[in-house]
């Protein structure tokens, strides 16, 4: 057995500030379809540094907080929302990410079906921006790209990369989309993810053989056209 007997004595004496200490931040990377685009939940800073900017929902951790109470803490306070699957997706830690001091943070990615991005938007405390191009630059509904503060830019980009990297084997492209959905509504999310148009028939042939779609028995309402099948 390990003894410890010493340690109370030394931490007695252990000056805790002959280190630097960081500071310590959570951003939300808050993703979903709208509008038939993939999406993210911004805030506009209202203070300096970059007051004006976009920003992912964010702040930093309380010292007697864990990061996923800080996440969970965030997403109510910052997003409206009391809950969702997040998971860490990376620390971003450069020097010279933040003007104010040497600041990493960890970033939260959690997948929102479109309901929930609406509603959250429609709360007033976030804005939905539509992920545009290869360096997933967000854009207003209007089509105006908006300024993000501090390296947000950076971090929606390796997200949206994240889900590139996944959607063809995993069930991310599910938690996009409601309970029950169309191909068609299927092919969007993959198409909005990829950021390319997919061939129908292939898409629809591989999603089947693949044997993880369950038929419904069931159709879309409300169709100006025949309706389809709801998986």
């Known amino acids: 057995m390990t003894d410890i007997s010493g340690d109370a004595a030394f931490l007695k004496e252990y000056d805790p500030t002959a280190y630097d200490r960081p500071s310590i931040t959570v951003d939300l990377v808050l993703l979903g379809m709208h ?6 939940l911004l ?9 004006g900017y ?9 010292m007697d907080e864990s990061l ?15 809950e969702a699957h997040l998971e860490q997706l990376y620390t971003f830690g450069a020097v010279d990410r933040d003007p104010r001091m040497r600041v990493i943070t960890i970033a939260y990615l959690a997948l929102l079906r479109e309901d929930r991005m609406a509603a959250a938007a429609g709360g007033g405390r976030v804005t939905v921006a ?18 993000l503060a501090f390296d947000h830019q950076h971090i929606l980009a390796l997200a949206r990369d994240r889900l590139r990297g996944k959607i063809d084997y995993s069930d991310i492209a599910f938690a996009l989309l409601p ?3 169309t191909l068609r509504a299927l092919q969007d999310v993959h198409e909005a993810v990829l950021g390319t148009t997919l061939n129908k028939p292939a898409f629809r042939r591989r999603m089947l053989d693949r044997g993880r779609l369950v038929a419904t028995g069931m159709r879309e309402e409300d169709a100006s056209h025949r ?4 998986f």
């Open 54 to 62: 976009w920003a992912l929902p964010g702040g930093f951790v309380a």
């Open 68 to 82: 996923d109470a800080a996440a969970a803490r965030l997403l109510h306070d910052k997003a409206g929302l009391d």
């Open 179 to 181: 309970d029950r959905f």
């Open 35 to 40: 509008r038939g685009r993939l999406s993210a």
């Open 227 to 230: 309706p389809a099948e709801l």
């Open 130 to 147: 539509a992920l545009e191009g290869e360096a997933a630059e967000a854009v207003s509904e209007d089509g105006k790209p908006l300024p």
């Open 43 to 51: 805030v506009r800073r209202d203070q300096a540094p970059q007051a």
